[in-house]
């Protein structure tokens, strides 16, 4: 994937909450079976927090937490989409939901299984991801 980055732009339904992200315009999206990815159907592309701006919508987010309450899930209070939120694998970094994303700048992609169900052997394995 190239190291070239991009603006992308992505929102929740209502477009209420919105946010860019500096990230290539060739993406590596993780698809996670946890229990709570596979059941949002969440599809992850991990970027540091200092490549993410929330653009609108601060006051219109409700945070959700569990277990190790180190993940914060944020959802927009009106439409109840989870678009982004700070993963417990990369506490400095964000997740983005890649279903939330415009694909105006999206060149292509590649959607790559992650084993969320074996968190502990595999965390480790994107921990590199929300590095500068």
Request: hydrophobic share 30%; with cysteine; glycine share 4%.
């Amino acid at each position: 994937m190239s190291s070239d980055l991009t603006t992308h732009r992505g929102h929740c339904h209502c477009r209420t909450v919105t946010w860019e992200i500096q990230a290539p315009a060739k993406l590596h999206v993780d698809e996670c079976n946890c229990s709570i990815c596979n059941l949002n159907g969440f599809q992850h592309i991990i970027v540091p927090k200092s490549k993410f701006t929330l653009l609108s919508g601060k006051d219109n987010i409700t945070t959700y937490t569990f277990n190790s309450h180190i993940a914060q899930h944020y959802f927009c209070k009106t439409c109840g989409v989870e678009s982004f939120y700070v993963p417990r694998s990369n506490p400095d970094g964000y997740s983005i939901n890649f279903r939330c994303l415009e694909r105006d700048n999206v060149e292509e992609y590649e959607i790559v299984p992650f084993d969320g169900l074996n968190w502990d052997t595999n965390a480790q394995k994107l921990a590199h991801l929300s590095k500068d």
